[in-house]
């Protein structure tokens, strides 16, 4: 263990706890309010009449410490790496150093809010895991997680440099609940030799252009399904759905959450029958859509199948890598079309379990981990988002950090994927799910997918699904 120097007074936070079973209440758990006690670490000055450097007094470590840190099935050797990296760090090189063993659970992103859930109402816990803006609501107001910035308000010192649609999604009652992982906005790619073969000149800007140029290129038999989004009613239906809807300035709920979209009119409605007509009536997009996933249509798209597509920034890195991808050298990425070109905003992040709040030790590491894997902090002397930018580079991650656009590194990767200047002007008009807040919205959301599906395959009426889908949120809001 190296010797820490601290100079001046150190202060060490403690948090009294009385900690019982998990299993959720009638009434959401409260995470207990922090006692802050202060330590004086005492200074000694040995030249009489001028100050002079403090001599150094040795920081005992915390510890030993388990950590439980839960996440999906990602890459497990890099978030391996990364946590091996991190018990180092964290041991020699934090600003609080802890002697921490990992132990490490995972289960599939589409499985996680299920076996998350299931952990914390059986009775358990964790003190770290990733978390999704899905469900960050819903884990919040069941007091399965805890709102860092209670016991770390440095957190709030990121919200600066983290896009706004990322802050958002991660605040619950306003408060910050953890820092980002993955984030990512939903983007609008074409093939640009389709358009050139058809004799287009531009890609489309409005919904309307979308179907003439596909139109135009079924027409000279260049494609036969020109454009594809994912809308199997799963997570990333989430992300298709509200990408459409956004960028034709929708709006959905006002501060109190009471729903304010029009049912028979207006920019959701409007959306949803184009996707309707575009499926049943103009054939510009394939019925299978609704049961493709994001990666579906990535795949197609890389195939050489599909001329417009609408995916996550991570997807694209494939699009133009020769020997993985048919079109590699084809694939650009255009502002969404639409009145407003708005697109959606995702964020995956790291949060703080509930579990971490069992002793002091424990929640200092939990911290420590969090802001290692999403923060900024100094490893073997180099300062900056360490685990962030690996991911990006590596990976081809999108991320909400802004400074990290900054990175030369960063920049290289991103420049052999897409338009980068592009990519960051589609970022700054992401906007983060509408009504993630409210604790019901990961419930009403699941409604939402099939509801909205029947509409697009013409089992009931655009106007009935939105009344139903408006019904629904009323329902959950007043329980």
Not at 224 to 243: C, I, R, T, Y
Not at 265 to 273: H, R, T
Not at 316 to 342: C, D, L, Y
Request: charged content about 20%; hydrophobic content about 45%; some cysteine.
């Amino acid at each position: 263990m190296k010797k820490r120097n601290m100079l001046g007074t150190l202060l060490v936070s403690a948090f009294l706890l009385a900690t019982a079973g998990c299993a959720p209440a009638a009434e959401p758990a409260e995470a207990p309010e922090p006692v802050v006690i202060t330590v004086e670490v005492p200074v000694v000055v040995e030249k009489e009449g001028a100050a002079e450097e403090a001599v150094p007094e040795e920081l005992a470590p915390l510890g030993p410490v388990t950590l439980k840190f839960a996440g999906w099935t990602y890459d497990l050797e890099k978030v391996q790496q990364n946590s091996d990296k991190y018990v180092e760090w964290v041991a020699e090189q934090a600003p609080v150093p802890v002697d921490v063993t990992i132990d490490w659970s995972d289960a599939g992103f589409g499985e996680f809010d299920t076996y998350v859930t299931t952990t914390f109402a059986g009775g358990n816990s964790f003190d770290v895991l990733y978390g999704s803006d899905h469900w960050l609501a819903k884990w919040a107001a069941a007091g399965w997680i805890v709102p860092v910035e209670d016991y770390f308000p440095e957190i709030r010192d990121y919200a600066t440099d983290i896009a706004p649609y990322s802050v958002e999604a991660m605040t619950y009652d306003g408060k910050l609940y953890g820092l980002p992982y993955y984030t990512d906005v939903m983007y609008f790619f074409y093939n640009k030799n389709m358009l050139e073969e058809a004799g287009i000149a531009s890609p489309p800007t409005t919904w309307d252009e979308v179907t003439e140029q596909s139109l135009i290129l079924m027409d000279k038999g260049i494609t036969s399904q020109p454009f594809m989004v994912g809308l199997k009613a799963g997570a990333w239906f989430d992300e298709g759905f509200f990408a459409l809807i956004y960028s034709e300035g929708a709006d959905l709920f006002d501060e109190n959450f009471e729903p304010i979209f029009e049912t028979d009119s207006g920019p959701v409605y409007d959306m949803i029958e184009y996707i309707a007509a575009s499926i049943n009536d103009t054939g510009i997009v394939p019925n299978k859509v609704l049961e493709m996933t994001a990666v579906d249509v990535q795949q197609a798209f890389k195939n050489g199948d599909a001329a417009f597509v609408i995916v996550p920034g991570y997807m694209v890195r494939e699009f133009n890598t020769p020997g993985i991808s048919k079109v590699a050298g084809q694939a650009e990425v255009s502002m969404m079309p639409g009145a407003t070109h708005a697109t959606d905003g995702y964020s995956r992040m790291y949060v703080m379990g509930n579990g971490a709040l069992r002793d002091e030790a424990t929640k200092v590491a939990s911290w420590e981990l969090i802001e290692f894997m999403g923060g900024k902090t100094t490893v073997d002397g180099e300062t900056g988002y360490q685990v962030a930018k690996r991911w990006a580079v590596e990976n081809g991650l999108g991320f909400s950090i802004l400074s990290l656009w900054e990175d030369p590194a960063v920049e290289k990767a991103f420049s052999a994927m897409a338009d980068t200047n592009v990519m960051q002007a589609q970022k700054e008009l992401a906007i983060s799910k509408d009504g993630l807040s409210a604790p019901w919205f990961a419930e009403w959301i699941s409604f939402v997918r099939t509801e909205v599906q029947k509409a697009l395959l013409r089992q009931d009426t655009t106007e009935n699904v939105l009344e139903n889908i408006k019904q629904q949120w009323l329902d959950l809001k007043a329980e």
